[in-house]
Nanobody, 121 residues
């Protein structure tokens, strides 16, 4: 089995910072892309940041320049540094990993349980 465990969410004031972490564990051969998504009530889950195994990253305009994704391949862990947070960043944040459980594939997508981020004064 594979587990993705997130941590680091919480309550922060507008303009503040938070750092999310997500560690993947279990029967893992290799991890391709890892990413962070967020979801608010009544809305679809949206991409916040994604990073490839080689370290290339991509962000939507809504968070570009404020959020930074990084990963530690040795620890199967992905991070999301969130700066200059706004009330509209309030959401449940989910970690995602596209990974191989064996050398011959196929790859599967796994999700964490989600962590609440609330930006409010």
């Amino acid at each position: 089995q594979v587990q993705l465990v997130e941590s680091g969410g919480g309550l922060v004031q507008p303009g503040g910072s938070l750092r999310l972490s997500c560690a993947a564990s279990g029967s893992i051969f290799s991890i391709n892309a890892m990413g962070w998504y967020r979801e608010t009530p009544g809305n679809e889950r949206e991409l916040v940041a994604v990073i490839t195994s080689g370290g290339s990253s991509n962000y939507p305009d809504s968070v570009k320049g404020r959020f930074t994704i990084s990963r530690d391949n040795a620890k199967n862990t992905v991070y999301l540094q969130m700066n200059s947070l706004k009330p509209e960043d309030t959401a449940i944040y989910y970690c995602n990993a596209d990974l191989l459980r064996t050398a011959w594939g196929p790859s599967y997508s796994y999700w964490g349980q989600g962590t609440q981020v609330t930006v409010s004064s």
